[in-house]
């Protein structure tokens, strides 16, 4: 029991630690397009990329599969940004082809806050997942005791991974809210404004991650 509470609480400590902020990152570019109004949609989107990050996590930590480290470590910032850029282009289509202003209002009084989902949404998540399931696998196999039975660490890892990646989306559609509801942003550019921002602090993270890539002896 004792081993289950340290790990969870690893699992935990990891992906919302603000030191390394990389994954906080990317939940809050998930949730940029939605409100709590239709929180059910964001809901899928996070369960495609739980079970990409788990599978992976699952593989990478057996040494099912090995990746070079460097390499994950850039791409995580690359799904931030591209799951960003995904953000903006849609919606800019979405504004684009609703040219009646009646119709727009119309839209965002019924919540429609975002595109509708496709299959290929799930898809790109779910690899997203992967992907930040092999950088959480660094952290967990760096702590893990050598001849360690991975069962009870693996799972208490991964709940503990859940339950903070529920608390993180759970705190940005409360953003979302209070600049919808106090802030006065209109609810139909908030999400470009949102993926803008988190664009910007992502870059530092790209070049630094894509120096130690591409510039490692």
Known sequence: MNDFIFFFKQGLSHISD????????????LAAAYTIRNAKKLILLVTAFTIGHSIALALATLELVKINSSLIEFLIPVTIIATCLITIFRKKDQLQTNTETTKIEDSVQKGMFHVEQSTLNYII???????????????????LSKNESLFTPLLAFNIGLEVGQILILAIALIINFVLLKYAKIPQKYLPIILSVIIIAITIPILWETGQALFLQD
């Not at 603000?18 to 570019?29: E, N, T, V």
């Not at 399931?133 to 952290?139: D, K, R, T, V």
């Open 125 to 143: 998540i779910t690899a997203f997942g992967i992907i930040h399931g092999l950088g959480f696998s660094n952290y967990l196999r760096f702590i």
């Open 18 to 29: 603000l030191g390394a902020y990389d994954h906080i990152l990317f939940i809050a570019a």
